[in-house]
């Protein structure tokens, strides 16, 4: 992958963190109505989650030789699979019209674990992708 493409990622990764936390902590009425699908709202938890994994494990975490730093790798995902993804829930308790729910923090977990799990499989597979 060319130095513009590593350069690029953190840009990437710190912009889809704006994203999330605009998602997230945005007041409950000001919201746009979706469908009334059972548990849709864990699937969104899962997905913003493992898509922020993903994008943090691939921030400084392999060098030129296509090797990963495992103390970088481990410390982004304990930030963005743990960390984080319980922090925001606990905040949104704060927020007008959004609630603090246990399950949310489980999705968010599980959507960090699929990113992280994403991630090592490219690696394996295709380390010039990460």
């Known amino acids: 992958m060319g130095l513009n493409q590593q350069r690029i990622k953190p840009y990437v990764a710190i912009g889809w963190l704006i994203i999330v936390n605009l998602l997230l902590l945005t007041p409950g009425h000001n919201l746009p ?24 494990a691939q921030v400084g975490t392999v060098d ?14 304990l930030v963005f699979t743990i960390i984080f993804p319980i922090f925001v829930e606990y905040v949104q308790a704060y927020v007008p019209n959004r609630s603090f729910e246990y399950e949310d923090i489980v999705a968010n977990l599980i959507g960090g674990t699929i990113g992280f799990i994403g991630f090592i499989i490219l690696y394996k597979v295709k380390p010039s992708l990460v």
């Open 33 to 56: 109505k979706g469908p009334s699908i059972p548990h849709l709202d864990k699937v969104v938890h899962i997905s913003v989650f493992a898509v922020l994994t993903f994008l943090w």
């Open 64 to 77: 030129s030789q296509k090797k990963i730093i495992w103390e970088k790798l481990l410390t982004n995902l």
